[in-house]
C-alpha cells in the first residue's frame, strides 16, 4: 500500500511571525496541507487504515474510491465556535484536510467499510479470495 502525501514548506522559522502571520493559530488551519496521523495495518484478510481525528463528527467525512486510490477527505461543516470564545492558541480543530491511499488490486473495494470512534476513524478493507485476485483465465475464440 502506497501513501501520496503532498509535502508543504516549512512553516516560518520564527515563532514570532508564525504566530502574527498565521493570527495565533497552530496546527490544522485551512490549506496548510496537515493530515491526520495515520496507521496502516494488514492481516491474512484485510488492510486497516486508523486516522486519528479527535473531536470529529462522523457525517463530516467523506470517503470514495476510484481507480484504485482510496481518498479520505474531511471538511466540518457547521461551525462549533460559539460565539463570544475568544482563542489566543488553538492546535486542535481541522476546518478541512484530504488524504489518498493507493490501494493493492488484491483489495475487494466493494467490501470497504469505515467506523468512527473514541476519535480514530478505522477503514477496513477486505482482501479478495486468492482465487479471485488472479488474473487468469480461458479465453474462446470467436
Request: with cysteine.
Amino acid at each position: 500500500m502506497t501513501i501520496i502525501r503532498w509535502h508543504n514548506h516549512p512553516m516560518l522559522s520564527s515563532m514570532i511571525d508564525e504566530m502574527m502571520d498565521r493570527n495565533f493559530n497552530t496546527g490544522f488551519e485551512k490549506n496548510c496541507g496537515c493530515v491526520p496521523a495515520t496507521n496502516i495495518r494488514e492481516d491474512e484478510k484485510q488492510f486497516e487504515i486508523q486516522l486519528a481525528a479527535p473531536g470529529m463528527k462522523k457525517e463530516d467525512f467523506n470517503l470514495r474510491v476510484e481507480n484504485n486510490v482510496l481518498s479520505v477527505s474531511f471538511e466540518k461543516k457547521e461551525d462549533d465556535n460559539k460565539q463570544g470564545d475568544n482563542y489566543l492558541l488553538r492546535e486542535f480543530g481541522m476546518d478541512s484536510f484530504t488524504r489518498s491511499f493507493s490501494i493493492p488490486k488484491t483489495t475487494d473495494a466493494e467490501k470497504i467499510s469505515a467506523r468512527y470512534e473514541h476519535g480514530i476513524l478505522f477503514i477496513s478493507m477486505p482482501k479478495l479470495e486468492p482465487e479471485k485476485a488472479r488474473l487468469s483465465r480461458s479465453i474462446e475464440i470467436a
